[in-house]
């Protein structure tokens, strides 16, 4: 029986598919959909009716200097879940890359795989469908171990964190619209001078708690006198927390380190329940300095190397691409 390969666009015409990836999960997909800007798009492999393997990406707006400034990229985080072993992953992947590469290029200029948990896991697929390569830098925490997350911290970090809570900061879990509508809007804040980083729409977060089942995302704020000045949303698969947004008008409100207090305690609660490790999302290229990756290495964190896969639509970039970083 051949392999079958479906593709899906709306969460209304999603099967019941297994799987405990977040990242290639329903729940996400809904999310995405719910998202102005965001269009999901999932492709699963099937025999005889049976799912073999899923694959989520999605396509989003994208600012950036170069390529053009206003562009519609397809981002896939991790290469899919599979659930057989009679058939070769890496040979359901190939089939996967394939069709979500034709898809994905309908309407986006450029497609990104990060957060691999294998840097050569389908090399061989990638470099079929004509992608390139760039190395990339990973940051998580180890929260497996007896110690509490402090004990590897740097001492200024441990003093900044108790400093903070003197001086007033209170940090706790969203649990109300309102807390996730004030959240959103002071990381818009905290963003919007930051040119290379990606900030979705404010629904993105009220869709978080939403969309998402019972324990797959928090997001955490910090206040002051009442006032939402920093936060982070995590989002959590199989034994690993993820930081994926994180941030605190830390200018207006030096004294009460909201940055620092945001990242504290996603990394506490991950641990008190019970993850293995939080992974910081987004941390740069490891050969050139990144500011956001020298602030959460002071947290204790690990820096392991792996990598980015990249496609562009425009044939004759890409082939120049993919001399330059093959």
Known sequence: MPLKLTTYYHADSLPPLPGKSTFHSAALFRLYEATPGYSPVMVVASEEGEPLAKLLGVVRRSARMFPPALIKRCEVYGAGEYFTDRIDHETLFAELLDRLTQEALRGAFLIE???LDSPMFGYRAFRQCSYFPINWARVYNSLHSV????????????????????NGAVVHEACTADEVAAFALMLRS??????RRHFPSPHFFHQLGKQLEEGMGRI?????????????????????AYLW????????????YPGILAVW?????????????????DVGLPFRRH???????RFGGKQTSTRRWFRFRWNWLNKLLMKCYG
Not at 147 to 166: D, H, I, N, Y
Not at 291 to 297: D, I, T
């Open 113 to 115: 795989f990060r957060n």
């Open 147 to 166: 110690t509490s997350p402090e004990e590897r911290f740097s001492a200024s970090r441990v003093r900044q964190v108790r400093k903070g809570l003197k």
């Open 190 to 195: 905290h963003y919007s001078s930051k040119l």
């Open 220 to 240: 955490f704020t910090v206040t002051y006198k009442g006032k939402v000045i920093g936060g982070s949303a995590c989002i959590y698969s199989n034994d690993t």
């Open 245 to 256: 947004f994180s941030g605190g008008l830390r200018k207006r409100y030096a004294l009460q």
């Open 265 to 281: 305690y996603a990394l506490a609660d991950a641990k008190r329940r019970g993850y293995a490790h939080l992974e910081f999302m």
């Open 291 to 297: 500011g956001y990756r020298e602030f959460v290495l």
